[in-house]
C-alpha cells in the first residue's frame, strides 16, 4: 500500500533560520506530490504541488520543494522562516487511483521570534 | 462566498448519541470528501462521493454513514458515537474533471468531542 513518511515529528527554529521538512513517499509509478500547511485551529491550505515537470516547485509564502524520483522524497524547503510560519505540515501524494490524498503524520514546526 | 463549509464547528456530545456534520462547496466541484484527523493530527481519508455516487469507502465502522444529496453537500452521520470518534472531521472537494493533480479545497474541520 501507498505510504507517506514525514521524518521530523517536531522542529524547533529561530526567526530567519532556513527549513528543511523531509517527506519520502512509497510508490514508485507516476506520483503528483503535496504539501500542505495548517495554521493553528485553522484548515489545511495547500502550499505548493508536484505532477510533471521541473522538480524545484515553487509555493506561496516563500516555500519551495524539490522532488527527487531516486530518493522518492519530496522535501520542503524555506531559506528564512518566520513566526508566522509556526503551524503543522502535512506531505501527501495522490493515491493510484487518484482518487484520494494519502497523509503523512505531520510535522509540527514551532518558529520562535 | 467560504468556498467549503462545515456545521458545526464544535461538536460535544455524549457516547451513544447519534450525531450528523454537513459540509456544503460552492466551488462547482464534483467530488467530495471526509477526513478524519485524530489526537496525533494524522489525517486519513474515510469516504470520497464523485458525482453523489460513493467511490471511496475506507474501513471505518458502519456507524458512520455518508450521505450525498447532491453534488454541492456531503454529509456525515454518526451512530451510537464512541470515545474512539473523538476527533477532527474535515471535509474536502475537487475537480475530478481536470487533470490528476488537482488539488484538494478542505473545509474548516468540525472538532467532534465524545464524553
Known amino acids: 500500500a501507498q505510504s507517506v513518511s514525514q521524518h521530523n515529528h517536531h522542529v524547533i527554529l529561530s526567526e530567519a533560520a532556513s527549513l528543511e521538512l523531509g517527506c519520502n513517499y512509497s510508490?514508485?509509478?507516476?506520483?503528483?506530490l503535496f504539501w500542505y500547511v495548517q495554521y493553528p485551529g485553522q484548515h489545511l491550505q495547500l502550499l505548493l504541488k508536484y505532477f510533471s515537470g521541473d522538480p524545484l516547485v515553487k509555493g506561496i509564502k516563500g516555500f519551495e520543494a524539490e522532488f527527487i524520483k531516486s530518493k522518492f522524497s519530496f522535501n520542503l524547503r524555506k531559506p528564512s522562516v518566520q513566526w508566522s510560519d509556526t503551524a503543522e505540515y502535512f506531505c501527501?501524494?495522490?493515491?493510484?487511483?487518484?482518487?484520494?490524498?494519502?497523509f503523512g503524520k505531520g510535522t509540527t514546526l514551532s518558529v520562535s521570534s | 462566498d467560504t468556498a467549503v463549509s462545515q456545521t458545526p464547528k464544535y461538536l460535544v456530545t455524549q457516547m451513544g448519541n447519534d450525531k450528523s456534520i454537513k459540509c456544503e462547496q460552492n466551488l462547482g466541484h464534483d467530488t467530495m470528501y471526509w477526513y478524519k484527523q485524530d489526537s496525533k493530527k494524522f489525517l486519513k481519508i474515510m469516504f470520497s462521493y464523485n458525482n453523489k455516487e460513493l467511490i471511496i469507502n475506507e474501513t471505518v465502522p458502519n456507524r458512520f454513514s455518508p450521505k450525498s444529496p447532491d453534488k454541492a453537500h456531503l454529509n456525515l452521520h454518526i451512530n451510537s458515537l464512541e470515545l474512539g470518534d473523538s476527533a477532527v472531521y474535515f471535509c474536502a472537494s475537487t475537480d475530478s474533471g481536470g487533470s490528476s493533480y488537482n488539488e484538494q479545497f478542505f473545509g474548516p474541520g468540525t472538532r467532534l468531542t465524545v464524553l
Open positions: 510508490y514508485g509509478g507516476t506520483v503528483n
Open positions: 501527501a501524494v495522490k493515491n493510484q487511483a487518484g482518487t484520494a490524498l494519502i
